[in-house]
Every structure is written in structure tokens, then in C-alpha cells.
């Protein structure tokens, strides 16, 4: 049967290729995050198709797609979970094609949501189908999400589906987010966004004695928070034993480094701002950060170091815009075995489990206490300028999802 599946994918090499590069035309950044005529798009191959869906659409111009079909035999239900919706695309000049052409040259094709996601959320819809096709050989339930609104946190995409919708459920989750050949991911770090607002009486420039700068408040205040990257966080022992096992992939996949940031807390100054006027002592300073909190860290024991910090600055106030965990799953799950088995049959490549840098939909099914996994094509130039997937990478991509939800859906216990 496996042999059958890859078959078809291969029948179908110019068909997948041609759909992405169909989808990759149909704009859908968010912001503004209007996805009608992408998830359109999907719609009109699973009519095609005669395989049925329904949209769940909680903000009409953000619909949410989910098909589903039980086998005739019990068994696990696994979910397959894709975002239609892309970065925006800024004036760049330097784009090779057009942002929106879904251009193919040398073995690559390009445009804005090539890699982040349409090549995966491509790859799940045809897996669907074709698992489809064999549902009298399958155990158990396989379920199709097709959501909006991931690029904004996806309060009325994933988040709303698990808050409000439990056949989406599951008892496993494949994400088809773009991870490169040597990685699944099995977790990933929190973030926590703050404004730190400083406020000081303000003079005019020459008196300087008359007040604090609030700028200058702020300068000493940034490199003060320096301390928080440096706070000991102790990771669960299978965690560690992962990441120490990937340091190879990890530093291949993030970059250099990667391995020493991961399991550390990071902290980026987004936006620091203040001042009216070059002869003004500035009343007022703000502070954006961007921290990351790895698995083993929690906002609690942040914040409470912030505010060790903070004592020594009462000109200081701080607001929190945005939190969400760290969140991790089994790395030793079945599904996870059943993608790194087929990864290196079809590529050569066994991927390790990691934990990843950026935050996915897959945390709303972590924080229900349902696995889930990320394994997808490498994200060249993801958000930037002539963003592209290699076209090997994606079609190898749909071979390892089809494989694996067919073992999944097969093996003994399911």
C-alpha cells in the first residue's frame, strides 16, 4: 500500500507542484488577514474532489476549513493542520518575481507563503486525499484543518477550532509548518511581550539639573535587563537529552548558536523610542521587549526578576501586551518515530526531534495535552524577499506526511 501511495504523489509530481504554485497567486497576508479567496482555493479541490468539509468562520473574511472521515475500523484520530494566511509583503526591489507570481526557476518557486505555509498546507490537503482514497484499510479518524489568522496568534483560527470545536481535537497533531529536513519539532519556547514606559518631569535642554532623561533612564534600564538572558533554567530531563542529541541539526537548521539560545531566556529591545525634540530633556521613554522564555522558564519567575530589576528604577512601569508558554510534548511519541522512519526512507535523512525558536498552532493542542509535531521544508527567506521552497524538498514533504498518518492510522494499538 505504501508503495501505491508513493505511486500516486508521483503521478501527481506537476499536479502538486502546479496547486502551489496556483495557491502561492492567491494573496492572503496578515495583516489585513483576509483568507476568503485562499481558503476558496481549497475549497474548489476538495469539491473537485467530492470530499467534504465545513467552514467554521467566527470573523467571516477569516474562515477556518475542517474535513474529516472515520475508517471502518477503530483506532487513533490524528489531525492535520495547515494556515492559509502569509506575511505581508513589504516595497522590496529586490523580489527576483514578483511577490504573488509562484514563479518556478531551478528547481525552487517563489512568492510570499512559498515556505511559511502553503507548501505545507498544500502537502496535508493532497495527504488527505490520498489517505482518503484507502479509508477502508485505515484505523481510527483523520481530520484536515485549514485555519486563518496563525500569523496574528490565531485567535480565530487554531485557537478557536480547540477552544470551541473538540472533534478537532484528535489524540495527535502533524503540523506541516516548515522545519528543514533534519528536525521535527516537538516543542517550543514561550514569549512575553512588555511595554516598559519611563516617565520623568522633563526640562528644556539647558537645564539640565532640573530633571532625569527619561531616555537615558531608559539606556541604563536596557542594559540592566541584560541579566534576565542570564538566569539558570532548569529543562526536563527528556528535553535536554533531545536538544543535546540534535546540537548537529539544530546549529544546521537555526544557525550558529542555536543551541546555546534555546534553552536560554532571549531578550530583544523591539522598539525604544522618546523625545520630542533634540533640545528637550525627554519626559517620557518606551521600551518594547521581545522576551523568549525556553521550556522550564515561566512569565512568573521572569517577572519576578523584572522586578528585582526594576527597584532601582521607580520611573519605570511595565505592562504586559502578550504571553504564551513554553510548551512540549513526548519526543519519543509514536508519530514522531513514524516521521523520522519515513524521512529517511524517502530522503536519506533521519531528523531529530528539537525544540524550536517560534512559536506555531501547534501550542493550542500542547496546552489541551494532545502531541503535536512540526516537520516540514526548509523556510528560505521566510518573511523576506524571495521567499521560495525547493520544489525536491515539498514533494518530498507530501511523501513523508503520506507515509507517516498511513502508519499512524495502521499500527498495532490504533
Same mark, same amino acid.
Given at each position: 500500500m505504501k508503495e501505491q501511495l508513493l505511486a500516486w504523489i508521483e503521478q501527481d509530481r506537476d499536479r502538486l507542484v502546479d496547486f502551489l504554485s496556483r495557491f502561492v497567486q492567491v494573496p492572503s497576508p496578515n495583516p489585513p488577514g483576509d483568507t476568503r479567496d485562499a481558503m476558496a482555493f481549497v475549497q474548489a479541490h476538495l469539491d473537485a474532489a467530492q470530499m467534504p468539509y465545513r467552514l467554521i468562520a467566527p470573523r467571516p473574511a477569516m474562515p477556518n476549513l475542517v474535513a474529516s472521515f472515520d475508517a471502518p475500523h477503530p483506532g487513533?484520530?490524528?489531525?492535520?493542520?495547515?494556515?492559509?494566511?502569509?506575511?505581508?509583503?513589504?516595497?522590496? #526591489?529586490?523580489w527576483s518575481f514578483p511577490?504573488?507570481?509562484?514563479?518556478? #526557476?531551478? $528547481?525552487?518557486? +517563489?512568492?510570499?507563503?512559498?515556505?511559511?505555509?502553503?507548501? $505545507?498546507?498544500?502537502?496535508? !490537503?493532497? !495527504? +488527505?486525499?490520498?489517505?482518503?482514497?484507502?479509508?477502508?484499510?485505515?484505523?481510527?479518524?483523520?481530520?484536515?484543518?485549514?485555519?486563518?489568522?496563525?500569523?496574528?496568534? $490565531?485567535?480565530?483560527?487554531?485557537? +478557536?477550532? !480547540?477552544?470551541n470545536h473538540p472533534e478537532t481535537h484528535g489524540d495527535c497533531v502533524l503540523n506541516a509548518e516548515p522545519s528543514g529536513p533534519y528536525c521535527v519539532r516537538f516543542g517550543e519556547k514561550g514569549l512575553?511581550?512588555?511595554?516598559?514606559?519611563?516617565?520623568?518631569?522633563? #526640562?528644556?535642554?539647558? +537645564?539640565?539639573?532640573?530633571?532625569?532623561?527619561?531616555?537615558?533612564?531608559?539606556?541604563?534600564?536596557? $542594559?540592566?535587563?541584560?541579566?534576565?538572558?542570564?538566569?539558570?533554567v532548569d529543562l526536563p530531563v527528556p528535553v535536554r537529552r533531545a536538544l543535546d542529541a540534535a546540537h548537529e541539526e539544530l546549529e544546521r537548521t537555526f544557525g550558529a548558536g542555536a543551541t546555546g539560545v534555546i534553552p536560554a531566556i532571549s531578550l530583544n529591545v523591539g522598539i525604544m523610542e522618546g523625545g520630542v525634540k533634540v533640545n528637550m530633556i525627554p519626559s517620557r521613554a518606551r521600551i518594547e521587549l521581545d522576551i523568549r522564555l525556553p521550556i522550564g522558564a515561566s512569565r512568573e519567575y521572569l517577572m519576578f526578576e523584572l522586578?528585582?530589576?526594576l527597584r532601582g528604577y521607580p520611573q519605570v512601569t511595565v505592562r504586559e501586551a502578550y504571553h504564551t508558554p513554553a510548551n512540549w510534548c513526548d519526543p519519543a511519541h509514536p508519530l514522531l518515530r513514524f516521521v523520522q522512519d519515513n524521512a529517511r526512507q524517502v530522503t536519506g535523512i533521519m531528523p531529530k526531534p528539537v525544540v524550536s525558536l517560534g512559536g506555531t498552532d501547534s501550542r493550542f493542542w500542547r496546552f489541551n495535552g494532545i502531541p503535536a509535531f512540526i516537520y516540514g521544508v526548509t523556510p528560505h527567506n521566510m518573511g523576506a524577499f524571495d521567499e521560495h521552497v525547493l520544489v525536491d524538498e515539498f514533494l518530498n514533504s507530501v511523501r513523508v506526511y503520506t507515509l507517516a498518518a498511513y502508519d499512524y492510522l495502521t499500527a498495532a494499538g490504533a
Open positions: 487513533r484520530h490524528l489531525v492535520l493542520n495547515g494556515h492559509v494566511d502569509v506575511f505581508p509583503v513589504s516595497e522590496d #526591489a529586490r511577490p504573488w507570481s509562484g514563479a518556478t #526557476a531551478d $528547481g525552487k518557486l +517563489y512568492g510570499r507563503g512559498a515556505t511559511d505555509m502553503k507548501a $505545507g498546507t498544500t502537502a496535508i !490537503v493532497f !495527504v +488527505y486525499g490520498y489517505l482518503h482514497r484507502i479509508r477502508e484499510q485505515l484505523r481510527g479518524t483523520l481530520t484536515l484543518t485549514c485555519v486563518s489568522d496563525e500569523e496574528t496568534f $490565531g485567535t480565530w483560527g487554531s485557537k +478557536y477550532l !480547540v477552544e512575553l511581550w512588555l511595554e516598559l514606559i519611563v516617565e520623568t518631569p522633563g #526640562a528644556h535642554g539647558a +537645564y539640565a539639573h532640573m530633571s532625569e532623561s527619561a531616555t537615558k533612564v531608559a539606556a541604563r534600564l536596557v $542594559g540592566d535587563l541584560e541579566q534576565l538572558t542570564k538566569l539558570t522586578q528585582r530589576i
